[in-house]
């Protein structure tokens, strides 16, 4: 008799952004009349850049021809991708990683939640808190992380990593020592950045300890503070204890287009075992390649018009997360992060639950925003307003906030 995987039964709730999903649905089939404003889930609003689009309709019609016609991609990914990454996005930030040492997928979401795959299932994992609710539940499904507390809201078998106010939302070396250390910056939901030293530390942290790093950096294209690290790499002794995940989604607007990369250096050993390897044949069985047209379109995401089509994208963005960490500033809110990620935190007002809030701007402001607890324990009392949105919409969730 067929048994189910019962670490999936163990998962509480449903998924964050399905709640809030159905908090939105119920608040707007009550009040049809009203506009709601959604800054909640972190999707792009954005359209395709000119040279990606260009670059798409180039592909597809090379895959309407018999000589340029392509069926199943490499599954590492396309090497004029690959070595297109290397050369223009690790090469101009000093960091040593080549072409196949990058990894092509369809995004940090599933490389985020299937990299635990290699790792032994006695691994303990430490987690930010508040953190990407991925690498934790991917762990759940995995059976790695114990028993739920449901008061605590914690896994007995994770080791939690505070992001508070009192440490810059920046977690601190844990008194456990972890085995596989999840980091993640700039930071959803907290919009921190930790500066090259601090990650320094972890690295020669992780070296020390024997753990493994897994640097989550989706969202480096926002940073504009000169010494804030775009990549793990940069530190020195990464590459023997870190992997790093990529994502084309926030930089350059692929949410629904899809692709992403991973990237696990050659002398990253564990047990004697290089990862490379065991990344290589995980995604050989598992994975057939992101397609051609959208690696072509992740390539032209680093020619010179890309380039500079999409700094304005980011710097679109960029200029609603100042309005907003500015808007809530003003209107007496305690708020962090929005400098070099489009996130602004902020602390709920008159210690209200984070849920209370969102249900309290929903009603009164009818603007959408994430509950902090949803990201974990240490989320509560706080709030994630994203500036994904237009200008426009972004500024009259501010009027709408401020008028509360
Ligand atoms: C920290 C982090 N990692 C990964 C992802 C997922 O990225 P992708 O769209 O490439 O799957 C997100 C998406 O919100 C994210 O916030």
Redesign the pocket.
């Known amino acids: 008799m067929a048994k189910v995987n019962d670490n999936y039964l163990k998962l509480p709730g449903s998924y964050l952004f399905s709640t809030v999903a159905r908090k939105v649905r119920e608040f707007q089939e009550a009040n049809p009349d009203k506009q709601v404003i959604k800054l909640s889930i972190?999707d792009v609003t954005q359209p395709l850049a000119p040279a990606i689009i260009e670059s798409l309709h180039k592909a597809v019609d090379e895959m309407g021809k018999a000589e340029t016609f392509r069926g199943y991609a490499p599954d590492l990914g396309y090497e004029f991708l690959r070595k297109t990454i290397a050369e223009k996005d690790y090469k101009p930030k000093g960091c040593n990683v080549s072409a196949d040492e990058i990894f092509i997928s369809d995004?940090?979401?599933?490389d985020?939640a299937n990299i635990q795959e290699i790792f032994s299932l006695d691994n303990k994992i430490a987690v930010g808190d508040p953190v990407?609710p991925v690498y934790v539940d991917s762990n759940v499904m995995a059976g790695r992380t114990g028993t739920y507390d449901k008061v605590k809201e914690t896994w007995s078998d994770v080791i939690y990593m505070p992001c508070l106010a009192e440490n810059n939302f920046v977690p601190e070396i844990p008194k456990e020592v972890p085995d596989l250390i999840y980091l993640?910056f700039p930071n959803?939901p907290t919009g921190a950045t930790i500066k090259k030293a601090q990650l320094q530390e972890w690295v020669d942290y992780a070296n020390k300890v024997g753990a493994v790093i897994i640097y989550?950096a989706?969202y480096e294209a926002y940073i504009s503070e000169a010494d804030v690290p775009h990549s793990i790499y940069e530190c020195e002794g990464a590459r023997t204890c870190a992997i790093e995940l990529r994502?084309f989604?926030k930089n350059a607007g692929f949410?629904g287009v899809r692709l992403?990369f991973t990237v696990v250096p050659k002398d990253l050993m564990v047990d004697g075992v290089a990862l490379h390897g065991l990344w290589a044949r995980r995604h050989g069985t598992k994975y057939n390649g992101a397609p051609y047209i959208i690696q072509r379109a992740g390539e032209a995401v680093y020619s010179d018009a890309g380039q500079a089509q999409l700094r304005e994208q980011v710097a679109y963005y960029m200029k609603n997360a100042a309005y907003i960490y500015n808007g809530l500033k003003e209107a007496g809110y305690s708020v962090s992060g929005g400098v070099n990620a489009p996130y602004v935190w902020l602390r709920t007002p008159g210690n209200m639950t984070s849920w209370e809030f969102f249900d309290y701007l929903l009603e009164k402001a009818n603007v959408v925003g994430t509950p902090g607890s949803g990201f974990g324990p240490s989320g509560e009392h706080y709030f994630r307003v994203n500036a994904f949105g237009s200008y426009e919409n972004t500024v009259e969730a501010i009027r709408r906030i401020k008028a509360l």
Do not use: L
Request: net charge neutral; aromatic share 6%; proline share 0%.
């Open positions: 972190g995004g940090a979401k599933s985020s990407y993640c959803n989550d989706a994502s989604s949410t992403g």
